[in-house]
């Protein structure tokens, strides 16, 4: 088996992928392919895009849509109706409104959160799964699947090359990391994930995760911010309120088997404190994570223990 790599500039971030298979090249021709075409259709940022044709028809007809985008926006809405979650797939306007890590961000009147906080239910999201159809209830609503997305697409991925005979592969999302197989410089096979520090630059890292089979995703207050007559705010959003999320996490790291179900769990997790995060770490089978709180204390659920290693 041969083995290539290749680096993508997609969906505003920059993508790596490498893969170990009989004909490489080919696999990743097509990754390339299928990543090009999610973006188009997935993108909350692109008039065109399937995603927003949805959200062009709210409060006047469903859209129907193809089965991939389906099967996300399903469940993105089962996730984002458990009760005290942090994700919601339907806060598309606050985010458009706050416009947070763009170059227009404001400040919203609070009138104006006022009238967004009644557009942003999750529930008014109404799905026919004989049609495949897809209706937003109140004109002004919107999806973003920006939450989960990355992760849905980093699983699709690899489960093609898992379906094409690849023995290895790792792609990496804007910091969505997922592996499969074994890392081909070290003898045990692990892959070496590193757990950024989230108050250094990208690439500084407070910790190493040692993993196989396996995705890890950090998301984080520090990621996108917005100042504003002295106080800063992240991009996180409290549905409930209309402002970014109160919070001491910094960050929060997840390894699981899925991509997408370590994005759900990094977004449903901030609406807890970092020990709360950590107690409802420690009881869930196949998640485990780490969190760093805004004084820049780390800890981790009780399954990290032999595969951390903190950076001194």
């Known amino acids: 088996m041969r083995t290539a790599s290749r680096t993508l500039h997609l969906m505003g971030t920059i993508i790596p992928i490498w893969v170990e298979a009989d004909d490489p090249g080919s696999l990743l021709d097509v990754a390339e392919t299928k990543l090009v075409d999610y973006e188009k259709r997935f993108s909350a940022n692109d008039n065109n895009s399937h995603l927003m044709h949805i959200n062009q028809n709210a409060g006047i007809e469903p859209v129907k849509v193809e089965a991939d985008l389906f099967e996300l926006v399903t469940i993105g809405k089962e996730q984002s109706l458990i009760r005290n979650s942090a994700m919601n797939i339907a806060i598309g306007p606050l985010i458009q409104e706050w416009r947070i890590g763009f170059d227009d961000a404001k400040f919203p009147s609070q009138s104006r959160i006022d009238e967004l906080l009644k557009v942003i239910d999750p529930a008014d999201i109404i799905l026919n799964e004989a049609n495949q159809t897809v209706f937003l209830k109140h004109k002004q609503m919107s999806i973003d699947l920006g939450a989960i997305a990355k992760g849905y697409f980093a699983d699709k991925i690899i489960k093609y090359f898992n379906e094409q005979g690849a023995k290895a592969a790792f792609i990496s999302l804007g910091g969505n990391v997922l592996t499969f197989g074994d890392e081909p410089e070290h003898n045990d096979g692990l892959w070496r994930i590193g757990v950024q520090n989230p108050f250094l630059p990208r690439g ?83 998640i485990d994570g780490v969190v760093i709180t805004t004084d820049g204390q780390m800890a981790y659920s009780n399954d990290l223990k032999t595969k951390i290693t903190p950076v001194q």
Do not use: M
């Open 204 to 286: 500084n890292f407070v910790a190493a995760l040692k993993i196989k089979n396996q995705s890890v995703v950090t998301s984080g207050i520090y990621e996108r911010k917005f100042v504003w007559k002295g106080h800063t705010y992240h991009h996180i959003f409290d549905s409930k309120t209309g402002y970014p999320i109160k919070t001491d996490l910094a960050s929060i790291t997840i390894v699981a088997d899925k991509s997408i179900d370590c994005e759900i769990w990094t977004t449903r997790l901030f609406s807890n404190n970092a020990l709360e995060a950590i107690e409802i770490l420690n009881t869930l089978d196949g």
